[in-house]
């Protein structure tokens, strides 16, 4: 378990020239002292210039390209048109990384989500938000950020019972990873994922869904036509032939603690600590090549749901 405090600095606050878009923004500083290697995180806060009560937030968690304008920041400044601020962290730039296409061990994806917490607790403090409406969104690696969060397994043990995300979004998560204890935290789970989508397995996000569903847990699951990334505009079509491909990856807890890649029957995990044929595992399962593209009309739908699960999580008028 982790002890956490935090430090909170306001560093620039900006208005936008276009008046319906009007934003106050605030960069945040993010601190765990109490880590020996704990990083500050960085987090880009925008909120409504104009909001005359405490206000909801998303906090926005990147994938393995890190924070980009044209899909984090978009969808902040989408978020804003409905009243709601939008809490970009960056889980990389503190750690001296650019991306983890090509290598996914540079950062768990629990990490990220202990960086989400952490900035949970942060906001809830904010003399402009509202505390218990206060929701998560991440896309493909910080999607996979948002299934953790949707389960007691992953959360609890860095929450501790004092905060809790209002809303939970997961767009395009990898989900191929299945501990014994699959409850929820009691926020319905949205996942988002895309019909043609090889980067990550949708059998795997299905299954993820169904083990928590099973659990007693809420999960809403929505599929578009679309590839890993539909909703970042630019390349149709593209492929990067060196990233890390574990769509064919499958981890099950099978004991406390002890995890195995289900192809290869080889334990990765034991007592929680990575065992020396780890490696051989991720070796017969990952591939080669990772690609994806854009669709303008999976974009459009995706973002008419997701603005459709904030104003019902938020009471929006």
Not at 58 to 82: C, P, Q, T, W
Not at 203 to 231: F, I, L, N, S
Request: with cysteine.
């Amino acid at each position: 378990m982790r002890t956490l405090t935090h430090a909170l600095l306001a560093a620039a606050i900006c208005l936008l020239a276009d008046p319906a878009l009007a934003e106050r923004r605030e960069s945040l500083l993010v601190v765990s002292p109490s880590r020996a290697s704990a990083p500050k995180i960085k987090v880009e806060l925008l909120l409504p210039d104009d909001a005359t009560e405490k206000v909801p937030v998303m906090i926005i968690m990147h994938g393995s390209s890190g924070v980009r304008d044209v899909r984090e920041f978009a969808y902040a400044r989408e978020f804003l048109k409905l009243g709601v601020g939008g809490a970009i962290v960056d889980s990389f730039g503190s750690r001296g990384i650019v991306s983890t296409v090509r290598d996914q061990s540079q950062l768990a994806s629990v990490e990220m989500m202990a960086d989400a917490v952490d900035t949970l607790r942060v906001l809830a403090k904010h003399p402009a938000i509202d505390p218990s409406r206060i929701g998560i969104i991440g896309y493909s690696k910080g999607g996979t950020v948002v299934i953790k969060s949707a389960l007691r397994r992953y959360l609890e043990p860095v929450a501790k019972g004092e905060v809790r995300f209002a809303l939970l979004i997961a767009v395009y998560p990898w989900c191929n990873e299945f501990p014994l204890d699959m409850r929820g935290t009691g926020t319905t789970l949205h996942m988002l994922n895309g019909a043609d989508d090889t980067y990550v397995s949708i059998p795997g996000c299905v299954e993820y869904a169904k083990r928590m569903q099973d659990a007693g847990a809420k999960v809403v699951v929505k599929t578009y036509k679309g590839k890993h990334g539909w909703d970042t505009p630019g390349n149709a079509d593209w492929t990067d032939k060196q990233g890390e491909n574990q769509s064919q990856c499958f981890y099950d807890e099978t004991g406390k603690g002890t995890w195995v890649e289900r192809g290869s029957k080889i334990t990765v995990m034991d007592n929680n600590k990575r065992t020396a044929d780890a490696g051989n595992a991720t070796a017969k399962c990952m591939t080669r090549s990772v690609s994806g593209g854009y669709s303008r009309e999976a974009h459009s739908q995706s973002l008419d749901d997701i603005r459709g699960f904030m104003r019902d999580a938020f009471r929006l008028r």
